[in-house]
């Protein structure tokens, strides 16, 4: 489909360990954005891509988190050392330029760490 | 740094009542501000958004929101809701690029 598309959809790990949740954005789109989503809570800012570059990556919670997008296009989100505050539903959304901050999700990626 | 505050956490409204859920954003500059939702089993998706001109905006479904500057308020309304309108309602304030989002309201409409 033409949407942005997160794999996996789920993901179940054990403490400790490298998780990596990948995302496709829509085609042409060229900023790139990552959430986090805990229960009964709205999104959560961690780090937006204008290009290949990241715009603002104020929101990673701590230097476990790293998320790249060497082409531009598909974005890589990485954790590592995992720990059960992780836990929560990784949301990516692309937007056509940062200009009117108009959002565009996938499903999103549900990790549990063990 | 913006924040956005959403003022109810779970509504529970019968079929044609109407709809009325706040939303308060802190930023005091210029700031493009968004009403999202998402249907069980959904993602994420855009019902409207305000950037500039007349305060009120109306989106998808019958929804509109009413921009009111000196409250920093975006609040999101329906004259008649349906059972259809189940869902979890998210408004967001973006400021240089990034969104912030509120908490969400929970809707709920019992046919």
């Known amino acids: 489909g033409a949407g942005v598309s997160q794999t996996p959809s789920n993901k179940v790990t054990e403490k400790g360990k490298y998780v990596e949740l990948r995302c496709d954005p829509i085609?042409?789109?060229?900023?790139l954005y990552w959430y986090r989503q805990s229960l009964g809570q709205g999104p959560e800012f961690l780090i937006y891509f204008q290009g290949t570059g990241a715009a603002d990556d104020s929101g990673l919670p701590n230097d476990r988190f790293f998320a790249v997008r060497p082409e531009g296009s598909v974005s890589t989100l990485k954790i590592q050392r995992t720990e059960r505050g992780d836990s929560a539903v990784y949301l990516c959304a692309s937007s056509s330029g940062t200009d009117t901050g108009e959002l565009f999700f996938g499903e999103g990626s549900r990790l549990t760490v063990l | 740094a913006q924040s956005v505050s959403q003022h109810n956490h779970h509504v529970i409204l019968s079929e044609a009542a109407s709809l009325e859920l706040g939303c308060n954003y802190s930023?005091?500059?210029?700031?493009?501000l968004f009403w999202y939702v998402q249907y069980p089993g959904q993602h994420l998706q855009l019902l409207l958004k305000y950037f500039s001109g007349d305060p009120l905006v109306k989106g998808i479904k019958g929804f509109e929101a009413e921009f009111i500057k000196s409250k920093f308020s975006f609040n999101l309304r329906k004259p008649s809701v349906q059972w259809s309108d189940t869902a979890e309602y998210f408004c967001?304030?973006?400021?240089?690029?990034?969104?912030?989002f509120g908490d969400g309201t929970t809707l709920t409409v019992k046919p």
């Open positions: 930023y005091g500059g210029t700031v493009n």
């Open positions: 085609s042409g789109h060229t900023a």
């Open positions: 967001a304030s973006n400021y240089a690029g990034k969104s912030t």
